[in-house]
């Protein structure tokens, strides 16, 4: 069905999000696939690991600029 990571809807579009809402509910492999495919980002781009590692650098860079 294409439901993988999630789906957009169009800000103020009530009735574009009860539609994405329902078809995600009438397929439940795609809500599990988008619950795994979710959490699989959140570990890889939110987690404490993945900030000390890709974000740090760049805030201490942008501290070390603002001292200049």
Do not use: W
């Amino acid at each position: 069905d294409g439901l993988k990571q999630g789906v957009l809807v169009e800000p103020h579009d009530c009735k574009g999000l009860a539609d994405s809402i329902q078809r995600v509910l009438d397929y439940t492999d795609a809500m599990h696939t988008m619950g795994t495919e979710g959490r699989r980002l959140f570990k890889e781009r939110f987690t404490s690991v993945y900030f000390e590692n890709h974000r740090k650098g760049s805030l201490i860079d942008c501290i070390d600029a603002n001292d200049k």
